[in-house]
Nanobody, 123 residues
Framework: QVQLVESGGGLVQAGGSLRLSCAASGSIVRINAMGWYRHGPGNQRELVAVIPSGGAASYADSVQGRFTISRDNAENSVYLQMNTLKPEDTAVYHC?????????????????WGQGTQVTVSS
């Protein structure tokens, strides 16, 4: 069973920083793109950042220059360094991985999501 688990959320004042982590576990053969989405108070979903297995990361305009996504392929992990946080960054952040895993003699490809971690930025 593939599982993604996030950590690192919390409460921070505007202008502060947080670092989110996400580790994927299970019989993973290969991870393609990894990234972060967020659901704000209005429940709108926004792609925050995505990093492919090879190539440059991309960011939402709203976080460009403030957030940095990185990944550790050996650890099947993805990170989101969030600096200069604003109240409008308040949301539940979910990590994402497009991956291939092995089960019962076969290989399967799918998209997996973590349960999310709350980030709250106070003004």
């Amino acid at each position: 069973q593939v599982q993604l688990v996030e950590s690192g959320g919390g409460l921070v004042q505007a202008g502060g920083s947080l670092r989110l982590s996400c580790a994927a576990s299970g019989s993973i053969v290969r991870i393609n793109a990894m990234g972060w989405y967020r659901h704000g108070p209005g429940n709108q979903r926004e792609l925050v950042a995505v990093i492919p297995s090879g190539g440059a990361a991309s960011y939402a305009d709203s976080v460009q220059g403030r957030f940095t996504i990185s990944r550790d392929n050996a650890e099947n992990s993805v990170y989101l360094q969030m600096n200069t946080l604003k109240p409008e960054d308040t949301a539940v952040y979910h990590c994402y991985a497009g991956l291939t895993y092995y089960r019962g003699g076969g290989y399967y490809t799918g998209d997996y999501w973590g349960q999310g971690t709350q980030v709250t930025v106070s003004s």
